[in-house]
């Protein structure tokens, strides 16, 4: 046994080496295994944020594959405000309101959503600028059936309670019939007034006609009869004795600047058939017209007498007092019935007579300044005829 240990000792040496490696990895294995053991929460922690994440990520997936399965819907949804916009610069306000109230509809259903509260702000947004067209609208010279669809928009709207409403339409009415008025040259007295006058008879008279065709249910005796019993009623009529005030106040500012009768005249007919024409609708104001016409005729005339007065004084200060002679007298009066004559050859015997009568006297030649004041007097009342 010595001899053979002897003989294989190597294998002793190398089982020694081996044992010793052995056990100095198994004391580094130990120690490793003792490392893993406290590395392990935090593996398992990171092991659980990776499920989160991972399943964010799978919802973020399984959205991003519904939202690729719905694209076509969710593209539609997103142009709906540009489509709005399009319809409503276009004029095509049926479609757009159509579209406003899907997106309100969406954004009822889905209030918590970020992208359907932009929808509805820009809906909204869009929605303003077509009430500021559709008002914009009416401040225009447009007719009735454009009148019962800008004003039917609005109530689809429902932007203003029904009395907000007709407050709007009167005002934007009254916007654009000032600024027709603003446009008269006032420059000329007599054009003026007339134009303002016409611009009153067709204009006013079209805005009562809408305002009770849009507002007025029932028959317009219903109307009438309701009309003075309801705050919506007495918006129409305030406003007609506000706009006939202001006809009335520019009349009392023009009048004194025409100085001719056939003008006052002419202005006084005018504005007899505005009234006229207004009456249609109950709105006669013809009463209010006589006072300041009458005060117009008799400062017209009064102004004319003023002229005769002074032409009458100048030529009395230098007129010189001769007597004609009485020969000249009787040749003048032989020509007056010479000329008589031949008026009566012309005109008969009862047109003679009725010139015999009417024709002055021809003894005025020597007083002058009385004819020149008698001819005052007769051009003041044949301004004032006109007027009659």
Partial sequence: MQSSALGHYHAFIDSANCLSVVQRQLSNACEGLAGLSQSVPDLAGAFESFSKDAAHVMAQHNANKQLLAQQATVLELLDAPQLMDTCVRNGIYDEALDLHAFIMRVALLHPDLPLVKLLAAQAQAVSQAMLGQLLQRLRTNIQLPECLRAVGYLRRMASFPEGELRLHFLRCREEWLAQLISELDSSDSYEYVKHLTDVHRLHLFDIVMQYRAIFFDGSSQDSKASAGNTLEGCVLFTWVQHRVSHYIAALQQHLPGIEEGTQLASALEHATYCCSSLSRVGLDFS???????????????????????????????????????????????????????????????AGAGAGDDLAPPYTLMEHVPLAVFTNGVLSALNELRHCA
């Fill in 287 to 349: 009463c209010l017209l006589a006072p300041l016409f009458q005060l117009c005729a008799l400062r017209l005339f009064g102004a004319k007498l003023a002229l005769a007065v002074d032409a009458f004084h100048q030529r009395l200060d230098s007129h010189k007092w001769v007597v004609m002679p009485a020969p000249l007298l009787g040749k003048a009066a032989g020509a007056a019935g010479a000329a008589d004559g031949s008026e009566q050859q012309l005109q008969g015997s």
